[in-house]
């Protein structure tokens, strides 16, 4: 009975550290093919809405967006 319960918390322990190593490499790739809003995506932005936005604006953007995600 003890022998099993240790194989069970051993098992659980593998997996989680298992789990820990595949969800931060899945992240990884994720955060490759899907970076962060920059600063030119910004620019683009405001442009197909019909605007020249200014670098000052941009920044005030980028700002505004780094408030948020934090």
Not at 30 to 58: A, D
Request: glycine share 8%; proline share 4%.
């Amino acid at each position: 009975m003890l022998h099993d319960i240790l194989l069970i918390v051993v098992g659980l322990i593998i997996g989680l550290v298992a789990g820990f190593f595949l969800a931060r490499l899945y992240m990884k790739k994720f955060m490759e093919k899907n970076p962060p809003i920059n600063e030119k995506m910004i620019e683009t932005l405001m442009s197909g809405m019909g605007r020249k936005p200014s670098q000052k604006q941009v920044k005030q953007m980028m700002n505004q967006m780094n408030r948020l995600n934090k």
